[in-house]
């Protein structure tokens, strides 16, 4: 029997489920659907770090149940695939066979991780994308012992605290010169190292892995350098790749990073919309096209998708914010760090704070913060309304300024 409803969703994480109950608040009796690779209900993967530390037990993790869908009349679809879209008709193929019609479709398919490694060292290596990675690593906890974490990413600083917080001493390997060296500079990196010196991480920088190789004795890492390792774990966080295989063969516009849509998140087909890791947005802010891999970011884009789909159409508006507790460290990353021509830099050691504001054209884009989380919304602030900073630039530099004193007037 083919199925139809009137707004159906790939995708079971935050941004489709965040969709389909916004739609549902305002259209009681629409018919909605949900599709999702998952066998799990919604979980927070934001929790999953603080589950393998231990400080929550996993049945916290999970923010639905099944009574929930039943009782806002969504149809989910669980450990379900699609095949193929077909916009011409309106149609979507499950890999099953099934065939499930829509008059309006959002595509929130996220993202996974990307591949790394061989096949034959795969029963090593750990990830932290889903709940079913977060499992597997709980269950080896207990007999990892030397574990090398590679990358520098907010999950590969998760990785350092799991372990540590389960009494395991990890080794950090980095490509670049430094930690985050896409968001700091030197001076932001020697204050990220010293916190690793201090819990006693080692780490070893400008370097890859070469090979594991795994001997009668144990196994080891050799890497680029020349260096040796001995290791029985290795945690990967180098990012994601978006799960854009079904927007491609549809015929949908992919742009760098995932599936092309304006400032309103529609797609060039106007019944078919993208919310979440998997959307390359129009960004009205800073007027370029970006695509942003966090919770709070999905959330957001989830109800307004779900909002414009309904026809209250807005644009999409919102700076992009990453923050961490981690190591000792409150980290936060606001707004475009990779699109400006310049920057300022400051740091008070002693206190462990340091902050970089990107500029782009005397307009503040983006910036880093350690342990300056208060100044945060107001930074925020100043990157939505595009102030500009000519009048400030001189005394960025300089902690004896407090940047919450500059207005916030385009």
């Not at 009137?6 to 489920?17: M, P, S, T």
């Not at 305002?26 to 530390?53: G, M, Q």
């Not at 390997?173 to 430094?178: D, F, Y």
């Not at 020697?190 to 010196?197: K, P, R, S, T, V």
Request: hydrophobic share 40%; charged share 25%.
């Amino acid at each position: 029997m083919h199925q139809h409803y009137d707004y159906l969703i790939i995708g079971g994480g935050i941004a489709g489920i965040t969709a389909a109950e916004t739609i549902r608040a305002e259209d009681t009796s629409a018919h909605i659907a949900i599709i999702s690779e998952e066998s799990h209900v919604l979980y927070s993967r934001v929790l999953l770090p603080y589950y393998l530390k231990r400080h929550i037990p996993r049945s916290k993790l999970f923010l639905r149940t099944l009574k929930h869908f039943t009782e806002k009349k969504i149809d989910l679809h669980q450990s379900a695939t699609v095949q193929s879209i077909d916009a011409q008709h309106k149609d979507v193929m499950l890999a099953d066979g099934k065939t499930i019609g829509y008059g309006k479709l959002l595509i929130a398919t996220g993202g996974r991780v990307k591949d790394w490694g061989k096949p034959e060292d795969k029963e090593m290596l750990y990830r932290l994308q889903t709940l079913d990675d977060a499992d597997r690593l709980a269950d080896k906890l207990e007999t990892i012992k030397n574990p090398l974490v590679i990358g520098s990413s907010f999950i590969s600083l998760e990785f350092l605290e799991i372990f540590l917080a389960n009494h395991i001493t990890p080794m950090l390997l980095v490509q670049g010169k430094h930690f985050f060296g896409h968001l700091l500079e030197e001076e932001g990196g020697a204050l990220m190292q010293e916190n690793f010196d201090r819990l006693g991480i080692q780490t070893d920088y400008e370097d890859t892995i070469a090979n594991i190789i795994t001997t009668p004795k144990g196994t080891e890492i050799k890497t680029k350098n020349f260096k040796k390792f001995p290791t029985d774990a290795v945690a990967v966080g180098i990012g994601i790749d978006r799960n854009l295989e079904c927007a491609k063969d549809a015929g949908f516009a992919i742009g760098k990073q995932g599936i092309k849509v304006n400032e309103y998140l529609e797609t060039a087909d106007p019944s078919v919309f993208a919310a979440g890791d998997v959307a390359e947005y129009y960004d009205i802010i800073s007027g370029n096209e970006r695509a942003v891999g966090n919770w709070t970011h999905a959330v957001l884009q989830g109800k307004r998708a779900g909002l414009n789909m309904l026809g209250q159409r807005e644009p999409f508006r919102s700076v992009p914010s990453y923050s961490i507790t981690n190591l000792g460290f409150q980290i936060t990353a606001l707004g475009d760090t990779a699109d400006y021509d310049d920057s300022a830099m400051r740091i008070d050691k002693d206190a462990k704070q340091y902050e970089r504001f990107f500029l782009k054209g005397g307009i503040l884009v983006g910036a880093a913060l350690i342990n300056r989380f208060r100044d945060k919304n107001h930074i925020a602030q100043l990157i939505e309304n595009r102030v500009a900073m000519a009048s400030w630039r001189d005394q960025l530099p300089f902690f004896t300024f407090d940047i919450r004193t500059i207005p916030v007037v385009k």
